[in-house]
Each structure stands twice: as C-alpha cells, then as structure tokens.
C-alpha cells in the first residue's frame, strides 16, 4: 500500500487532477452556502435562543407539556445544546463530504482511465450495465436509511453519539466509492466478484482511514479524486491477482 501511495502522491499533485479537484470543492462550498443561506442559519439561531432564553413558545405546550418542563432544567438545556452544536458541525461536515463525493463521482472515470492506461492496460471483456449500477446502488441507500434510522436514538447518548453517527454514513462512504470505482475500472464479472467479496479487508481498512481524514474540514472536499485514485490502483491490482 506504500507503493500505491507514492503513486498517488506524484499523479496527483500534477496540474491536471489539482483543477480537477477544485470542482467538487467550490462545489460543495456554494451548495453549503446556500442551505445556510435560506433557512438553516435562522433554525440554528431560533433553537439557540430559546435554549437560553428558555422561551419555547414555537412548541405546542398543549401536546409537548413534558417536553417543555424538562426543557426548563438547566442541566437539560446544556445537554441539547451540546449536542445541537457537536451534530450540527458533524453533520455540517459529512454533507459537505457527500456532496463532494457526488460531483467527483461524475471525474471517476478520467481518473480510473488515467491510472489503468498508465499502469496496468486492462482490456474490459465487458462494460459493467448502468441498470445494474443504479439497482445496487439503490439497495445500498435504502440499507444506509435503515441503518440511519437505527442509530437514530444513539443520538441522545453524550459521547457515543460522536461515534455512532458515523456508522451510516461511513457505510454509504464505503459502499458507493467501492460500486463507482470498480464499476468504472473493472469488466463485469471482475465488478461481480469484487462486490461478493465487498471489496475485501484492504478496500475497507483504506476506506476507513479516507472516512476519517474526510471528517478534517476540507480534506473530505479536495481529496476526494485521490481517494478514487488510490481506490482504483487498490482494485486493479485485487484483480490482477484474482485472474492470474
């Protein structure tokens, strides 16, 4: 994996993959912007003062009494406010990391061909179908809503709640940069047999490491194309070995 990293490291620090990381940045950025923008700063700024004012009167006392009464506990206001502050950045920060995952996704394909034509000159006996992409892909995002749901009312827990966020969202991380990469650089039975084997203890282990770097402000924004480079040397060398 050293090696892949050098790699890496000297394709693309190069002016080509620099500008092309610059799109799912600025990207991003404006996209975030815009939701703070148009409504998102105002609910920030409503739930902050009633947290300190202790005025709830944006909720119905008559259906949400106990709500209320236990938001008026010191200790109660401190805990949410805590936790609004600590998701609201996470959250913050893993949208942004999607958005920019999204739009790179659209470059995997520049970067995938880049690195086989450099590397490795696979010759694809057959191109992976789009429906087939779009049917896993699928069933993946409704596994992420499940698993999102599920973590949910960890949210509410101090501390865990930091760790078990993440779990969704590391999943879809994971699973969408392992469908796109080897869907653009691997023929059809390759991508089969790379998606039974769910990538393999490598795939994982990195995607880890690029999850968490992705959670550094900006990191996740600019990086995402190294990401996918690193990822498609990873798997063309997983299949040179499962063919030979």
């Given at each position: 994996m050293i090696e892949i990293l050098s790699l890496c490291i000297n394709d693309f620090f190069k002016k080509k993959f620099i500008l092309l990381s610059i799109l799912p940045f600025i990207s991003s950025l404006l996209v975030i912007g815009l939701i703070l923008i148009f409504g998102a700063n105002e609910l920030f700024d409503l739930l902050k003062q009633s947290l300190i004012s202790t005025d709830f009167s944006f909720i119905d006392e008559t259906k949400q009494g106990f709500l209320v009464s236990l938001l008026s506990f010191d200790i109660t206001r401190i805990l949410v406010m805590s936790i609004f502050y600590t998701l609201g950045g996470l959250l913050g920060i893993l949208l942004s990391v999607m958005i920019a995952a999204i739009i790179a996704g659209f470059l995997t394909p520049i970067v995938t061909k880049f690195v086989d034509q450099k590397y490795y000159n696979t010759k694809l006996e057959s191109q992976v179908g789009t429906t087939k992409v779009i049917k896993i892909?699928?069933?993946?995002?409704?596994?992420?809503?499940?698993?999102?749901?599920?973590?949910?009312?960890?949210?509410?827990v101090p501390f865990l709640n930091l760790f078990i966020i993440n779990v969704p969202f590391f999943y879809l991380f994971y699973k969408f940069m392992l469908i796109d990469v080897a869907?653009?650089?691997?023929?059809?039975?390759?991508?089969?047999?790379?998606?039974?084997?769910?990538?393999?203890?490598?795939?994982?282990?990195?995607?880890?490491?690029?999850?968490?770097?992705?959670?550094?402000?900006?990191v996740g924004l600019f990086f995402q194309l190294f990401f996918v480079m690193f990822f498609t040397h990873l798997l063309l060398r997983k299949n040179q070995i499962y063919r030979a």
């Open positions: 892909s699928l069933a993946v995002f409704f596994k992420f809503i499940l698993i999102l749901l599920i973590t949910i009312p960890f949210v509410f869907s653009n650089s691997l023929d059809e039975l390759s991508f089969e047999l790379m998606m039974r084997k769910d990538g393999g203890f490598e795939f994982k282990f990195v995607a880890l490491i690029f999850y968490v770097l992705s959670l550094i402000p900006f």
